[in-house]
């Protein structure tokens, strides 16, 4: 049996949308999708997978050779977030995943009709994305492809029960932003800094 999580017990939204399962966390590489997620782990105490991890090595191949993938090469991809987020649900827990999600079709594929699977658009422009892109190391998504990221980019509709956040701020911010419209306000951990 899961054991009961206090995030459980937390008041809906402001909105009226019932208090999340699960969390997909989207925007083009170099948003900070991982790093809001991580913040977002710790404040909550859910389980965080990065959607990188679904990945099939071609798909990864591609990407380092600087070829972005095509609708076909994204679908096993998307299937398998999908499938972890249902596992976790069906466990009676929680998940919060990151996924470029791009495509209108993308989130249709993870999110669905999951009412209790929220979306997370980190929004940012391309001139502020790409400086983060040329500092980060190890990544084999490379700076070349964020135009492409950009271009295949359909932003969330209201239908879609977007929560859009700027990435302007200092991300301690940003995951309080997004805490508070969710309605998942939590204690501050002592040891996180403020």
């Known amino acids: 049996m899961a054991k009961p999580n206090p995030a459980d017990r937390m008041p809906a939204a402001e909105t009226g949308e019932p208090v999340p399962r699960a969390l997909v966390i989207m925007g083009v590489s170099g948003s900070g999708k991982s790093t809001i997620a991580t913040l977002l782990e710790r404040r909550l105490g859910w389980p965080f997978r990065d959607g ?104 969330p509709r209201a239908d879609e029960r977007p929560v859009t956040v700027s990435i302007e701020p200092a991300p301690g911010a940003i995951c309080d932003a997004i805490l508070s419209r969710l309605g998942l306000e939590r204690d501050r951990p002592d040891d996180e800094p403020t």
Do not use: C
């Open 52 to 155: 990188d991890e679904f990945h099939p090595r071609a798909n990864v191949e591609k990407m380092k050779s600087g070829v972005p993938l095509t609708d076909a090469d994204r679908r096993p991809w998307l299937e398998a977030i999908a499938a972890w987020i249902d596992e976790q649900r069906s466990r009676g827990g929680h998940a919060i995943v990151t996924s470029s999600a791009l495509k209108r079709s993308y989130r249709a594929t993870v999110i669905g009709d999951r009412a209790d699977v929220r979306l997370v658009f980190l929004k940012g422009d391309m001139a502020l994305i790409e400086r983060r892109l040329t500092l980060r190391r190890g990544h084999f998504m490379p700076p070349s492809l964020l135009r492409s990221q950009f271009d295949a980019l359909e932003e």
